[in-house]
């Protein structure tokens, strides 16, 4: 039996605090042609582990440097420290001092959130992926270093802890082994919110040490800022995607249907993730299709940011988030349009709805909705012909947590789905109890070196046994399955696990959006809409 | 020693009530945060599967529904059922719940104790005879919830205490504190238990010693009794450098931060402290934020190219997770 890691062993001295087996981990659904064979996650090269901070798991989500010299370490430490204390100021994080110092101050650390964390328990309850843990060691840090507590005081209230660059590297790359899915704080009867702590870690290492995923960071929010979307389009390749979207909408209904660009005084801007663009294009041709059905009145925008709706920092800067959501909105007031309608991207709605909703003020603040219950009103009251027989295959729905627990949006999609898939069912737990895909809060777009296959085998294993379990009784792969994951990110994630496990050839699951479902159903297309292929 | 006890008493009432309004103050004069809410909220009563107006088609031209009442009608419900508890860790729950009982209720025990006296300093009769029917129910409430505090409370600390010891994952994040705390209770708890069995079956030495307090002549009490009492004073001294007002703060995480989905409306009182939360200074020190600022300066300015981003790892990176199946663009 494994001795049980400790709090204070973050700061320990040692290659590696855990080292996870196959053996481990949570089980997948024993399935009878299941070939699976668990490999371990890849370990790092010599270099790898000399340059950065992997000590944690032996996986490397940032790339921290670690420090060459005991110089180098002092400044690290202090400049934790005084992160740390803006990150209790009222100037500097008047965002979301409130909610953080409950969370510091109340916890009564009766454990009973580890039992719903995901990671926790496809890991084979890994003592560093418990919620608690790192929100234990940034109070034992608060304790002892800031509130500088005396000896007696300090061993009373259990603060052994020591800080030091490991504590600090540690602590850091903990704070991207949790999707921020916010199941633990669903249950605390305190109102306790580790997901939240492990959101302000990852803010003290940006805001204050410049520390963050260069996918999150400079390819995503920098770029988006400065290129015009995380993906790195600008508004000349926008031009050419939506030039090859129309052809593609034309090739595959025999539709003339326009994409409008920078339409002044529409009633929507609508705001696409990006990602969409390049990887499934399908999903706002979609949109497209649907909109012109139901003649409304739309617009894309090609200003820089106003092509992207993704918002990566909600994850990691409240700076950039702001940054991002205004720069949203200034595109939005600029084109005189009604309202912005979000699309398939979770994210993106709590960004734009809810976390920057107390951002954007004055002339900023312009209606922000999101596109499903639209989609709702036009398949639920018949404004659009469709034939559910044209779905007839088994359809399961992926709730994106930023979606359904942070947004509150659970009901519309459900009421479309049934409407049009007579093969739909449930995953369990679903809605506001959902299970995150295990690319949350950014994890989905982050591969670099050993980081993409603890995606696939730990964060997202609970998503994939649940797709499995859904699809039980219909594992043939000649009976194509559909995972209806309204969210790009989701949709990547969703994308790798399905791929890292063989999905479609053993099993025939294919994801998709919910758009491409309703286009699919509709009437007066010839052909169906989505194409049985991996993608 | 009764002079002693009534200054205890006093002190300790208003050190308590002192640094507990203290802690509340700091809080609800914490800045106006980001919505951080977390469905289901608890007023969207046509919604109870997690839903939110964002569900509504043009929801800004919709009445939204709001309310507190039925949030603090449940918060307070649930501090007498502990439901999260009773469903994930029936063993936990089983000597939690005692434990506070056994809070809640000596506080309603004490609060009867002086309506009690105060009954009796106005010549009131309070005893099972009384002509009086609030004579009779405040000796009977004083006797009933002295009662099931006392059991409830010494059960549970012995319970908590053992429980934490033997569950090994609470035993890993317990502090020297969470012992203490189970200690000190117990000796609350069992004092009272043991005058009450033993020294005062009808508890009307409490009463008559709140008498002594309220009309500030000291009245002496059994051994047993003034222990219990002197030990209760130190307890409510030392609360407050507990986290015991999660009683309270725990409405607050709740209504100002869980179930807070009030969106910023043009020209509301929360469009304004927003406003005045833009108008702080920002020292945070990363390349990409200019310190010195204000927040509404330095979100509205765009990052210059030539800034020295936030360190990532350089040569590993793979390439964002989108592009893995990238598609011709046109």
């Given at each position: 039996?494994?001795?049980?890691?400790?709090?204070?062993?973050?700061?320990?001295?040692?290659?590696?605090?855990?080292?996870?087996?196959?053996?481990?981990?949570?089980?997948?659904?024993?399935?009878?042609?299941?070939?699976?064979?668990?490999?371990?996650?890849?370990?790092?090269?010599?270099?790898?582990?000399?340059?950065?901070?992997?000590?944690?798991?032996?996986?490397?989500?940032?790339?921290?440097?670690?420090?060459?010299?005991?110089?180098?370490?002092?400044?690290?430490?202090?400049?934790?420290?005084?992160?740390?204390?803006?990150?209790?100021?009222?100037?500097?994080?008047?965002?979301?001092?409130?909610?953080?110092?409950?969370?510091?101050?109340?916890?009564?650390?009766?454990?009973?959130?580890?039992?719903?964390?995901?990671?926790?328990?496809?890991?084979?309850?890994?003592?560093?992926?418990?919620?608690?843990?790192?929100?234990?060691?940034?109070?034992?840090?608060?304790?002892?270093?800031?509130?500088?507590?005396?000896?007696?005081?300090?061993?009373?209230?259990?603060?052994?802890?020591?800080?030091?660059?490991?504590?600090?590297?540690?602590?850091?790359?903990?704070?991207?082994?949790?999707?921020?899915?916010?199941?633990?704080?669903?249950?605390?009867?305190?109102?306790?919110?580790?997901?939240?702590?492990?959101?302000?870690?990852?803010?003290?290492?940006?805001?204050?040490?410049?520390?963050?995923?260069?996918?999150?960071?400079?390819?995503?929010?920098?770029?988006?800022?400065?290129?015009?979307?995380?993906?790195?389009?600008?508004?000349?390749?926008?031009?050419?995607?939506?030039?090859?979207?129309?052809?593609?909408?034309?090739?595959?209904?025999?539709?003339?249907?326009?994409?409008?660009?920078?339409?002044?005084?529409?009633?929507?801007?609508?705001?696409?993730?990006?990602?969409?663009?390049?990887?499934?294009?399908?999903?706002?041709?979609?949109?497209?299709?649907?909109?012109?059905?139901?003649?409304?009145?739309?617009?894309?925008?090609?200003?820089?940011?106003?092509?992207?709706?993704?918002?990566?920092?909600?994850?990691?800067?409240?700076?950039?988030?702001?940054?991002?959501?205004?720069?949203?909105?200034?595109?939005?007031?600029?084109?005189?349009?009604?309202?912005?309608?979000?699309?398939?991207?979770?994210?993106?709605?709590?960004?734009?709805?809810?976390?920057?909703?107390?951002?954007?003020?004055?002339?900023?603040?312009?209606?922000?909705?999101?596109?499903?219950?639209?989609?709702?009103?036009?398949?639920?009251?018949?404004?659009?012909?469709?034939?559910?027989?044209?779905?007839?295959?088994?359809?399961?729905?992926?709730?994106?947590?930023?979606?359904?627990?942070?947004?509150?949006?659970?009901?519309?999609?459900?009421?479309?789905?049934?409407?049009?898939?007579?093969?739909?069912?449930?995953?369990?737990?679903?809605?506001?109890?959902?299970?995150?895909?295990?690319?949350?809060?950014?994890?989905?777009?982050?591969?670099?070196?050993?980081?993409?296959?603890?995606?696939?085998?730990?964060?997202?294993?609970?998503?994939?046994?649940?797709?499995?379990?859904?699809?039980?009784?219909?594992?043939?792969?000649?009976?194509h399955k559909y995972v209806c994951a309204p969210c790009s990110n989701c949709k990547g994630q969703i994308r790798d696990l399905l791929n890292s496990h063989?999905?479609?050839?053993?099993?025939?699951?294919?994801?998709?959006?919910?758009?491409?479902?309703?286009?699919?159903?509709?009437?007066?297309?010839?052909?169906?809409?989505?194409?049985?292929?991996?993608? | 020693?009764?002079?002693?006890?009534?200054?205890?008493?006093?002190?300790?009432?208003?050190?308590?009530?002192?640094?507990?309004?203290?802690?509340?103050?700091?809080?609800?004069?914490?800045?106006?945060?980001?919505?951080?809410?977390?469905?289901?909220?608890?007023?969207?009563?046509?919604?109870?599967?997690?839903?939110?107006?964002?569900?509504?088609?043009?929801?800004?031209?919709?009445?939204?529904q709001k309310g507190r009442v039925r949030g603090i009608l449940f918060l307070l419900k649930d501090n007498f059922s502990m439901g999260e508890y009773f469903?994930?860790?029936?063993?936990?729950?089983?000597?939690?719940?005692?434990?506070?009982?056994?809070?809640?209720?000596?506080?309603?025990?004490?609060?009867?104790?002086?309506?009690?006296?105060?009954?009796?300093?106005?010549?009131?009769?309070?005893?099972?005879?009384?002509?009086?029917?609030?004579?009779?129910?405040?000796?009977?409430?004083?006797?009933?919830?002295?009662?099931?505090?006392?059991?409830?409370?010494?059960?549970?600390?012995?319970?908590?205490?053992?429980k934490r010891l033997s569950d090994e994952e609470l035993r890993t994040y317990a502090s020297p504190q969470n012992y203490f705390n189970y200690l000190f209770?117990?000796?609350?708890?069992?004092?009272?238990?043991?005058?009450?069995?033993?020294?005062?079956?009808?508890?009307?030495?409490?009463?008559?010693?709140?008498?002594?307090?309220?009309?500030?002549?000291?009245?002496?009490?059994?051994?047993?009794?003034?222990?219990?009492?002197?030990?209760?004073?130190?307890?409510?001294?030392?609360?407050?450098?507990?986290?015991?007002?999660?009683?309270?703060?725990?409405?607050?995480?709740?209504?100002?931060?869980?179930?807070?989905?009030?969106?910023?409306?043009?020209?509301?009182?929360?469009?304004?402290?927003?406003?005045?939360?833009?108008?702080?200074?920002?020292?945070?020190?990363?390349?990409?934020?200019?310190?010195?600022?204000?927040?509404?300066?330095?979100?509205?300015?765009?990052?210059?190219?030539?800034?020295?981003?936030?360190?990532?790892?350089?040569?590993?990176?793979?390439?964002?997770?989108?592009?893995?199946?990238?598609?011709?663009?046109?």
């Amino acid at each position: 039996m494994k001795k049980r890691l400790r709090v204070r062993d973050i700061g320990k001295r040692s290659d590696q605090l855990v080292e996870i087996t196959p053996e481990d981990l949570l089980p997948l659904p024993d399935l009878s042609n299941q070939s699976d064979r668990e490999t371990p996650i890849p370990q790092l090269t010599e270099d790898q582990k000399r340059q950065y901070e992997a000590s944690l798991d032996g996986v490397v989500a940032i790339g921290i440097q670690k420090p060459k010299n005991e110089k180098e370490e002092e400044e690290f430490v202090e400049k934790f420290l005084s992160g740390l204390k803006k990150l209790l100021s009222k100037d500097d994080n008047w965002t979301f001092l409130q909610p953080l110092m409950h969370s510091l101050e109340y916890c009564a650390r009766c454990q009973i959130c580890n039992e719903v964390c995901p990671i926790y328990l496809a890991s084979g309850k890994q003592e560093i992926y418990r919620p608690t843990f790192r929100s234990e060691v940034l109070r034992r840090i608060v304790r002892k270093y800031l509130k500088k507590q005396g000896k007696f005081r300090s061993k009373f209230t259990g603060n052994d802890i020591e800080l030091n660059s490991r504590t600090i590297g540690r602590l850091a790359e903990l704070a991207y082994r949790c999707t921020l899915c916010r199941r633990c704080a669903q249950v605390c009867p305190m109102g306790v919110d580790n997901g939240l702590i492990s959101h302000e870690i990852r803010k003290l290492f940006s805001q204050e040490l410049g520390i963050a995923p260069k996918e999150l960071h400079e390819l995503g929010t920098v770029q988006q800022l400065e290129v015009g979307s995380s993906t790195g389009i600008t508004p000349k390749a926008l031009e050419n995607i939506i030039d090859f979207m129309q052809e593609e909408i034309q090739e595959k209904t025999g539709r003339e249907i326009e994409i409008p660009v920078d339409r002044e005084r529409a009633d929507i801007l609508f705001l696409q993730n990006a990602g969409e663009f390049i990887s499934w294009p399908e999903n706002t041709e979609a949109f497209a299709i649907i909109f012109d059905t139901l003649g409304i009145n739309w617009t894309l925008s090609s200003e820089l940011v106003g092509y992207d709706a993704v918002n990566y920092g909600v994850w990691y800067d409240d700076v950039q988030l702001a940054r991002i959501a205004i720069r949203q909105a200034e595109v939005a007031r600029k084109l005189k349009v009604k309202r912005i309608s979000v699309g398939e991207c979770g994210h993106a709605h709590k960004a734009l709805l809810v976390v920057a909703d107390r951002v954007l003020t004055g002339d900023l603040n312009i209606p922000r909705e999101s596109a499903i219950p639209i989609l709702e009103d036009a398949v639920c009251h018949g404004k659009i012909r469709l034939d559910p027989r044209r779905n007839d295959f088994p359809v399961t729905l992926h709730d994106p947590c930023n979606l359904v627990r942070m947004s509150g949006i659970v009901e519309p999609q459900r009421r479309i789905l049934r409407k049009i898939c007579p093969q739909f069912r449930e995953m369990e737990p679903h809605g506001v109890e959902n299970y995150c895909c295990g690319g949350g809060s950014g994890l989905a777009i982050m591969s670099s070196m050993n980081f993409q296959a603890w995606k696939e085998t730990i964060s997202g294993r609970m998503k994939l046994k649940q797709i499995l379990e859904a699809f039980q009784d219909v594992l043939d792969p000649a009976t194509h399955k559909y995972v209806c994951a309204p969210c790009s990110n989701c949709k990547g994630q969703i994308r790798d696990l399905l791929n890292s496990h063989g999905a479609w050839d053993k099993y025939g699951i294919l994801y998709g959006g919910l758009v491409e479902l309703i286009v699919n159903a509709m009437v007066d297309l010839e052909k169906p809409f989505i194409e049985w292929e991996w993608r | 020693m009764s002079s002693i006890l009534t200054i205890m008493t006093y002190f300790s009432y208003i050190f308590i009530v002192t640094l507990y309004a203290v802690k509340v103050v700091r809080i609800a004069r914490m800045p106006v945060h980001l919505r951080w809410e977390l469905y289901p909220v608890l007023h969207e009563t046509e919604r109870k599967y997690g839903g939110s107006y964002y569900e509504d088609l043009e929801w800004w031209k919709r009445n939204r529904q709001k309310g507190r009442v039925r949030g603090i009608l449940f918060l307070l419900k649930d501090n007498f059922s502990m439901g999260e508890y009773f469903h994930r860790n029936r063993a936990y729950w089983l000597v939690l719940l005692p434990w506070h009982i056994g809070f809640i209720f000596i506080i309603v025990f004490h609060v009867f104790c002086f309506f009690g006296a105060l009954a009796m300093v106005l010549g009131l009769a309070v005893s099972p005879e009384s002509s009086s029917a609030l004579g009779r129910f405040l000796y009977f409430s004083v006797l009933v919830t002295g009662g099931i505090s006392f059991i409830t409370g010494t059960f549970g600390s012995v319970g908590m205490a053992i429980k934490r010891l033997s569950d090994e994952e609470l035993r890993t994040y317990a502090s020297p504190q969470n012992y203490f705390n189970y200690l000190f209770t117990l000796v609350i708890f069992l004092s009272g238990l043991y005058a009450w069995y033993f020294v005062d079956p009808t508890l009307s030495e409490y009463r008559q010693f709140w008498r002594g307090l309220i009309t500030l002549k000291p009245m002496s009490v059994e051994t047993a009794a003034a222990f219990h009492i002197l030990a209760f004073a130190l307890f409510l001294i030392y609360l407050p450098f507990t986290r015991s007002i999660h009683y309270i703060t725990k409405f607050f995480a709740y209504l100002w931060i869980r179930w807070d989905d009030r969106p910023n409306v043009p020209g509301s009182k929360i469009e304004r402290m927003v406003e005045k939360c833009l108008n702080q200074p920002v020292s945070w020190s990363a390349p990409h934020i200019q310190s010195g600022n204000k927040w509404a300066e330095v979100v509205s300015k765009m990052p210059t190219a030539n800034q020295k981003e936030p360190k990532g790892n350089e040569e590993e990176i793979k390439g964002k997770g989108y592009r893995q199946t990238e598609r011709p663009t046109g």
